[in-house]
């Protein structure tokens, strides 16, 4: 990225502002907006087949936010379809490369069990929470592994992904989950 794009970049200080209930993230970080050349470079990530952004948009993430103190690393899944077809999870490549700058293990811990349409294709907060709903599956409770979670995906809108992902994460014992992504647009 340029000198020129980089400073077209919004980046945001703070964590983000849930507006979901029931509420299950302990917090969500994003790095910046989803706009301009950040929205450009996510797009060719996920679509155009750029799976080596997934080192810069690691250490873009190491140096841009303040990361949540957490136990493991994990990646919101995609289905096992659209991972077939894409040839790739852009969150898990990003969070892969993430987990040894973090010095925190990477480890799957959800499956996606229902190929839902895209939610970024949803405007409607009840359309996304409904999409989602029973989507994700554990792979691997909290007592054999870690009670503190920090889950990663490229981008947010309303949070209602990462929100489902810690709804089961907590109710198979992690007492706290954390999102990250690169982007949040709205």
Known sequence: MCDSCYDAI???????TIKLSPHYLDSLTAAAEFN???SKLIYEFKYKNARGMSHWAADFLRYTTVMPV???I???PLHPHRQ???GFNQAEEIATHLSPLMNIPYQPLLLRTQNTVSQASLSDKFERLDNLSSSFEILVPAAE???SVLIIDDVTTTGTTLNECAKVLKAHG????HGLVL???K
Not at 10 to 16: D, E, R, S, V
Not at 174 to 177: A, I, K, R, S, T
Request: hydrophobic share 40%.
């Open 174 to 177: 992690y007492l706290q989950v």
């Open 84 to 86: 077939r077809d894409r």
């Open 70 to 72: 957490c136990n493991v």
């Open 74 to 76: 994990t990646a919101v």
């Open 145 to 147: 592994f870690s009670d």
């Open 10 to 16: 919004n980046f945001y200080a703070l964590p983000l």
């Open 183 to 185: 982007a949040h647009g």
């Open 36 to 38: 301009g050349p950040l």
